[in-house]
């Protein structure tokens, strides 16, 4: 394989990381239809354990 030739600076491999992680954005939330606390989209809720109102998991199970 390849090897670099010179090792990249440090405001090099920064400027490249601070597009990234600049261009990330927080996850969409919504309001559980059984408890009503917030929770991300597509997975279960925290709080209560349901998923499109079905219990799925147990509530300590989730942390």
Known sequence: MA????KHSK???RKRRSTYYNGLSKPETME???C???KVL???CPS???YRGRRV???T???
């Open 42 to 44: 597509h997975r279960a």
């Open 32 to 34: 559980c239809s059984n």
């Open 3 to 6: 090897n670099p030739k010179r």
């Open 11 to 13: 405001s090099r491999t």
């Open 57 to 59: 998991v147990e509530p």
């Open 48 to 50: 209560c354990g349901h």
């Open 61 to 63: 199970e989730m942390l």
């Open 36 to 38: 009503g606390s917030p």
